[in-house]
Nanobody
């Protein structure tokens, strides 16, 4: 069983930055494909970014490409999402995801970007 705990969300002004963390337990992040998704009010959950188990390949949604960076620290069993140049449209609950024989989700962390 994999447990994921997100942290780092908060309120920030447009143009600001936040770094989200996802601490995993129950399995090492190096053995899983890890990702971030988000869900804005009234909208479906959408893909944000993913990183392969080796950490060598990353993928991003077009809406965040060039502004967000996903990374992993295998020693800390943690995945990060560095978010720069934030926009009000980035306001959402951000969820950490792990793929390891099934999909696992964290409880989410709220990110609010004010204009």
């Amino acid at each position: 069983q994999v447990q994921l705990v997100e942290s780092g969300g908060g309120l920030v002004q447009a143009g600001g930055s936040l770094r989200l963390s996802c601490a995993a337990s129950g399995r090492t992040v190096s053995s899983m494909v890890m990702g971030w998704y988000r869900q804005a009010p009234g909208k479906d959950r959408e893909f944000v970014a993913t990183i392969t188990w080796s950490g060598g390949t990353t993928y991003y949604a077009d809406s965040v490409k060039g502004r967000f960076t996903i990374s992993r620290d295998n020693a800390k069993n943690t995945v990060y999402l560095q978010m720069n140049t934030l926009k009000p449209d980035d306001t959402a609950i951000y969820y950490c995801n792990a793929v390891a024989g099934g999909h696992y989700w964290g409880q989410g962390t709220q990110v609010t970007v004010s204009s």
